[in-house]
């Protein structure tokens, strides 16, 4: 169905059968429950740290002896949140805390060099959403910091710091 055969067919209720539908949809939808409550209660300091711990979870995800987040459900996730509205400040720290926090999990641990390109493609999605809402000057030394503080290994460079860096870099010009 489409956006304008459900508008055409709302039209014809009046406010309490409206009503009526919306309180059907929350009870009947999980995404439309919190989105609902969110709305009557837009705590937006408590959704960012319910979304970061839970960006926080997939981030240190442990498999196999071995650290695997699952790049893509981070970025789920960060799409869920920024479908309440919560603010494009509130985005983009969202965004940032899961770069950072993956800079840390790379910094004492080798990541496969499939999820270091998805991070890096993530952090280029990260640094285009600060640069485009003039929010880049204050992540900027922080990601820069982050990526310094990473870890060479024995015999060979942290291909994530080398990654990372390249990308800050092309954004700094």
Same mark, same amino acid.
């Given at each position: 169905?489409?956006?304008? &055969?459900?508008?055409?067919?709302?039209?014809?209720?009046?406010?309490?059968?409206?009503?009526?539908? /919306?309180?059907?949809i929350?009870?009947?939808?999980?995404?439309?429950?919190? /989105?609902?409550?969110?709305?009557a209660?837009?705590?937006?300091?408590?959704?960012?740290?319910?979304?970061?711990k839970?960006?926080l979870?997939?981030?240190?995800?442990y498999?196999?002896?071995a650290h695997?987040?699952?790049?893509?459900r981070?970025?789920?996730?960060?799409?869920k949140?920024?479908?309440l509205?919560?603010?494009?400040?509130a985005?983009?720290?969202?965004?940032?805390?899961?770069?950072?926090?993956l800079c840390?999990v790379? &910094?004492?641990? &080798?990541?496969?060099?499939?999820?270091?390109?998805? /991070?890096?493609k993530?952090?280029?999605?990260?640094? &285009?959403?600060l640069?485009?809402r003039?929010?880049?000057?204050?992540?900027?030394?922080?990601?820069?910091?982050?990526?310094?503080?990473?870890?060479?290994?024995r015999y060979?460079?942290?291909?994530?710091?080398?990654?990372?860096?390249?990308?800050?870099?092309?954004?700094?010009?």
């Amino acid at each position: 169905m489409s956006k304008t &055969t459900v508008k055409k067919s709302l039209e014809g209720f009046d406010a309490g059968e409206l009503r009526q539908l /919306i309180l059907d949809i929350y009870t009947k939808s999980k995404e439309a429950k919190e /989105i609902l409550d969110f709305y009557a209660v837009p705590d937006i300091a408590k959704k960012l740290d319910e979304y970061k711990k839970t960006i926080l979870k997939e981030v240190q995800r442990y498999v196999r002896r071995a650290h695997r987040p699952r790049i893509p459900r981070i970025r789920a996730t960060i799409k869920k949140f920024s479908i309440l509205d919560p603010g494009d400040e509130a985005v983009g720290e969202l965004m940032a805390f899961s770069i950072l926090e993956l800079c840390k999990v790379a &910094t004492h641990d &080798t990541l496969n060099d499939s999820t270091n390109n998805a /991070i890096d493609k993530l952090f280029t999605e990260t640094l &285009t959403h600060l640069q485009s809402r003039l929010l880049l000057h204050e992540y900027e030394p922080i990601f820069a910091k982050s990526i310094r503080e990473m870890n060479d290994f024995r015999y060979y460079a942290n291909p994530l710091k080398q990654l990372l860096g390249d990308t800050l870099a092309s954004f700094q010009k």
